[in-house]
């Protein structure tokens, strides 16, 4: 038996992650990590060969190749003998309705899939190819939204599914590196399927996996990522002891809410979020942790609030929102673009050229012209969030924007209403009524225009 295979079998034993003998899932999108994991799994020596369903699914999001993708994927489990099922779901008309972005909606596709397919088939394990490299990955992806500590801590090797808690997701590679699987399909001609995308840099993942991390190797030692698990560990230790509290409280109150501390505080509210059906993000938890009986609007017609008892609950539909917390990311891919958003129909569009293409353009109604590279590869249209802050064109420093709506003598009602845009560093470079933001106006070493039209 191969040491790699011997290393999952006893990681499979220690963790338990097949129990009994019913049917094991395996994810496999037909590149190298999970091709490695199908093999592994069917070693004989392992005795699990016979239990493995092997599930594909389609994001729809590469036309033909990702067709290509299914085929191979259904070939592989011919050759091994093993059921294939597959399933796919249009990808990016969920990201657009959803305004989460492409990785988010391809995640609860997938996973929606999974937990059906589970149900279908009677199991309770799906199996992923998740390996230590992605830990790390993952690590930096959720410290860059400004994750907490049980997002920091990362994967676990055995979680329940985020659709069904009756799903368990196992992950046997956790604790192997990427170079190991590489190495092991090498030497066993295992063939898999390339995904162009996985280069694209307009994605952050491959931002941190393609440029982060080998710069914080080349100057810091390959030290780093044994230092980012020794974190990991810690944030996951120290999250496991506030959800005992959170958990402990929620049960049975002995104390107001208020006067909880703020970490337990969050993971009372992110708690109830779940069962809800709502992703808790940190804007999110925040707003509602922060003031009792504040409306919070997290998508069209659907409201939240937080009681004075520290109750999460659904909203009446009645009434203006105090804030909104709907979003809209957008990929900035190929040449131009277009997406609606609060009442608007946005449209943008990349040219090459600089300060003399801008002169050319001229100005045209509902039109603002920007220097390419300052807005980066994504841009989110949101709506006014406490504490946010804006430098027209032409000011010194940023103001809140609060002040510039009073200044403006836009109504309170209105305020809500407006569309902003924000750049992918985090500032924003654009709100309706106004002009461009200064740090993304077009100069004499501007080399690339981005054009946002709107019209409502």
Same mark, same amino acid.
């Given at each position: 038996?191969?040491?790699?295979?011997?290393?999952?079998?006893? +990681?499979?034993?220690?963790?338990?992650?097949?129990?009994?003998?019913?049917?094991?899932?395996?994810?496999?999108?037909?590149?190298? #990590?999970?091709?490695?994991?199908?093999?592994?799994?069917?070693?004989?020596?392992?005795?699990?060969? #016979?239990?493995?369903?092997?599930?594909?699914?389609?994001?729809?999001?590469?036309?033909? &190749?990702? #067709?290509?993708?299914?085929?191979?994927?259904?070939?592989?489990?011919?050759?091994?003998?093993?059921?294939?099922?597959?399933?796919?779901?249009?990808?990016?008309?969920?990201?657009?309705?959803?305004?989460?972005?492409?990785?988010?909606?391809?995640?609860?596709?997938?996973?929606?899939?999974?937990?059906? =397919?589970?149900?279908?088939?009677?199991?309770?394990?799906?199996?992923?190819?998740?390996?230590?490299?992605?830990?790390?990955?993952?690590?930096?992806?959720?410290?860059?939204?400004?994750?907490?500590?049980? $997002?920091?801590?990362?994967?676990?090797?055995?979680?329940?599914?985020?659709?069904?808690? $009756?799903?368990? =997701?196992?992950?046997?590679?956790?604790?192997?590196?990427?170079?190991? +699987?590489?190495?092991?399909?090498?030497?066993?001609?295992?063939?898999?399927?390339?995904?162009?995308?996985?280069?694209?840099?307009?994605?952050?993942?491959?931002?941190?996996?393609?440029?982060?991390?080998?710069?914080?190797?080349?100057?810091?030692?390959?030290?780093?990522?044994?230092?980012? /698990?020794?974190?990991?560990?810690?944030?996951?230790?120290?999250? &496991?002891?506030?959800?005992?509290?959170?958990?402990?409280?929620?049960?049975?109150?002995?104390?107001? @809410? &208020?006067?909880?501390?703020?970490?337990?505080?969050?993971?009372?509210?992110?708690?109830?979020?779940?069962?809800?059906?709502?992703?808790?993000?940190?804007?999110?938890?925040?707003?509602?942790?922060?003031?009792?009986?504040?409306?919070?609007?997290?998508?069209?017609?659907?409201? *939240?609030?937080?009681?004075?008892?520290?109750? /999460?609950?659904?909203?009446?539909? /009645?009434?203006?929102?105090? @804030?909104?917390?709907?979003?809209?990311? +957008? @990929?900035?891919? $190929?040449?131009?673009?277009?997406?609606?958003?609060?009442?608007?129909? +946005?449209?943008?569009?990349? *040219?090459?050229?600089? =300060?003399?293409?801008?002169?050319?353009?001229?100005?045209?109604?509902?039109?603002?012209?920007?220097?390419?590279?300052?807005?980066?590869?994504?841009?989110?249209?949101?709506?006014?969030?406490?504490?946010?802050?804006?430098?027209?064109? $032409?000011?010194?420093?940023?103001?809140? =924007?609060?002040? *510039?709506?009073?200044?403006?003598?836009?109504?309170?009602?209105?305020?809500?209403?407006?569309?902003?845009?924000?750049?992918?560093?985090?500032?924003?470079?654009?709100?309706?009524?106004?002009?461009?933001?200064?740090? @993304?106006? /077009?100069?004499?070493?501007?080399?690339? *225009?981005?054009?946002?039209?709107?019209?409502?």
């Amino acid at each position: 038996m191969h040491p790699l295979a011997e290393k999952v079998g006893k +990681i499979s034993r220690v963790l338990n992650f097949f129990p009994g003998s019913g049917i094991i899932i395996v994810a496999v999108s037909g590149g190298i #990590d999970s091709m490695a994991l199908l093999h592994l799994l069917a070693t004989p020596g392992l005795g699990l060969s #016979d239990r493995l369903v092997v599930a594909h699914f389609n994001h729809q999001l590469r036309g033909a &190749d990702s #067709d290509a993708d299914a085929g191979f994927v259904e070939q592989a489990a011919g050759q091994l003998g093993r059921p294939f099922e597959s399933g796919s779901n249009d990808t990016r008309q969920l990201a657009a309705e959803t305004g989460n972005g492409i990785e988010a909606a391809a995640r609860q596709l997938r996973h929606q899939f999974f937990a059906r =397919l589970a149900k279908r088939l009677a199991s309770r394990n799906v199996a992923l190819a998740h390996h230590a490299d992605d830990q790390i990955e993952t690590f930096f992806l959720r410290l860059l939204r400004g994750a907490g500590n049980r $997002g920091l801590a990362g994967m676990q090797p055995v979680a329940l599914s985020p659709i069904d808690p $009756g799903v368990t =997701l196992v992950r046997p590679l956790l604790g192997m590196h990427r170079a190991e +699987i590489v190495a092991y399909a090498e030497e066993q001609g295992i063939t898999h399927r390339e995904d162009a995308s996985n280069k694209n840099t307009h994605f952050l993942r491959n931002r941190v996996r393609h440029e982060l991390l080998p710069q914080l190797t080349e100057q810091f030692g390959t030290s780093v990522s044994r230092q980012i /698990v020794k974190a990991m560990q810690v944030a996951g230790d120290e999250a &496991d002891c506030i959800d005992d509290f959170a958990a402990a409280w929620l049960g049975q109150a002995e104390s107001p @809410f &208020d006067q909880l501390p703020a970490a337990v505080q969050r993971q009372v509210v992110q708690r109830q979020l779940f069962p809800l059906g709502v992703e808790p993000s940190f804007n999110l938890v925040e707003a509602l942790r922060a003031e009792a009986d504040r409306v919070i609007e997290i998508a069209p017609g659907k409201r *939240l609030q937080r009681n004075a008892d520290g109750r /999460v609950e659904l909203a009446p539909s /009645v009434g203006d929102p105090e @804030f909104s917390l709907t979003k809209l990311e +957008i @990929f900035l891919e $190929g040449q131009a673009g277009e997406a609606e958003f609060g009442g608007l129909k +946005i449209r943008w569009e990349r *040219l090459t050229g600089g =300060l003399a293409k801008w002169h050319e353009l001229g100005q045209v109604e509902n039109r603002e012209i920007f220097d390419a590279e300052a807005i980066g590869q994504t841009i989110t249209l949101r709506h006014w969030q406490p504490g946010d802050r804006f430098q027209p064109i $032409g000011q010194a420093g940023s103001t809140k =924007l609060q002040d *510039l709506f009073v200044n403006q003598k836009i109504a309170k009602a209105e305020r809500h209403r407006l569309v902003l845009a924000e750049a992918a560093a985090g500032l924003l470079f654009w709100v309706q009524h106004f002009r461009i933001a200064d740090p @993304f106006k /077009v100069t004499e070493s501007t080399d690339g *225009l981005l054009l946002f039209s709107w019209r409502g």
